[in-house]
């Protein structure tokens, strides 16, 4: 079997609260003990509801935020090891789209200065071949050339994510994280920048971690597709598999909540008892129990380890386990 080509092993993050001198400092886990692979040229899916830990987990692999334990490796190369220096060589080879476009462009930059910032950091190439490689890359986003001394409030939203798209790949990366990268856009527009992200991975060769709170959308664009709560993966099995066969109760909630295009449709949904509980006082056990139908005393006291269900589909969750 191929190594996989990012691996994820224990992954954890805290963090630490303070209200004041006179209060305990307390804290909160956000990211609990996660592992999972990529494979080279897929795109994997990560899908929860929003603060279970998604983002969290994306700035971890990239090492944008520092873990408490855990390894990410890229190849055979844990990344969290590595020193400041040879850290910087190996963002070249992994990226990040963010969520809002606007908000991740310097407003006071033209577009060309803007894609000019990452080649000109690594010290990329000669002004000649940085001017092509641009040029390039705005041929394959769909963006106009002539929109180079443009600044970023002089386009729409869609070309604002043209641009942040074209500017990730400006160093030839072979990872790329997209981070509830089409949910800040008008539906219209959220289907042809997945398009074009599907159509970047082949021409490209790229492997995409893909964060969305959208099942439909992850399901348009994933390979696999791992479901998260409370900081942990709950479910993760190939696409088809996991909306064909769903075992956990949270992911069969999830996937009720989809809309159902159709206006005649009398579709059931399963709506959850109770809210998220608290990541700062977390319930014992099972962190999905309080809000599960099926819950049993087990549930109370024991947390779920990840078990392979069959055909790769894994799943946390007692009742499956009888």
């Not at 959220?190 to 959308?217: C, M, R, W």
């Not at 549930?299 to 392979?308: G, I, Y």
């Amino acid at each position: 079997m191929a190594e996989p080509f990012i691996r994820i092993e224990n992954l954890t993050k805290r963090f630490s609260i303070s209200a004041g001198k006179r209060i305990r400092k307390t804290g909160f886990t956000a990211v609990n003990n996660v592992s999972l692979n990529i494979e080279r040229g897929e795109v994997f899916g990560l899908v929860g509801e929003s603060g279970c830990g998604k983002s969290t987990l994306s700035l971890l692999v990239l090492r944008l935020l520092e873990a408490n334990g855990g390894a990410v490796y890229h190849g055979d190369t844990n990344i969290l090891e590595l020193p400041r220096r040879k850290m910087r060589r190996i963002r070249r080879d992994m990226q990040i789209v963010f969520q809002d476009p606007y908000d991740s462009l310097d407003p006071r930059f033209t577009l060309e200065r803007i894609m000019n910032e990452p080649l000109q950091i690594h010290r990329w190439g000669t002004g000649a071949e940085r001017e092509a490689r641009i040029d390039e890359l705005f041929a394959a986003v769909s963006l106009d050339k002539q929109q180079l001394k443009r600044y970023p409030h002089q386009l729409s939203g869609g070309q604002r994510q043209r641009l942040c798209i074209a500017r990730s790949l400006a160093l030839s990366p072979g990872f790329l994280v997209c981070d509830e990268a089409v949910s800040a856009l008008d539906v219209s527009i959220q289907a042809q920048i997945l398009n074009l992200l599907l159509d970047l991975k082949d021409e490209f060769g790229l492997t995409y971690l893909f964060i969305s709170h959208n099942l439909a959308v992850v399901k348009f664009v994933s390979d696999r597709i791992g479901v998260m709560y409370f900081g942990k993966i709950v479910e993760l099995a190939d696409t088809d598999e996991l909306f064909d066969n769903v075992l956990h109760p949270y992911t069969a909630a999830l996937l009720s909540a989809v809309p159902d295009p159709d206006p005649f449709s009398e579709k059931k949904r399963d709506i959850l008892p109770s809210g998220v509980p608290s990541l700062i006082d977390p319930p014992g056990g099972c962190a999905f129990h309080p809000r599960c139908k099926y819950a049993g005393e087990r549930c109370a006291r024991e947390s779920p380890e990840l078990r392979d269900a069959g055909r790769g589909h894994l799943v946390a969750c007692h009742r499956l386990e009888c």
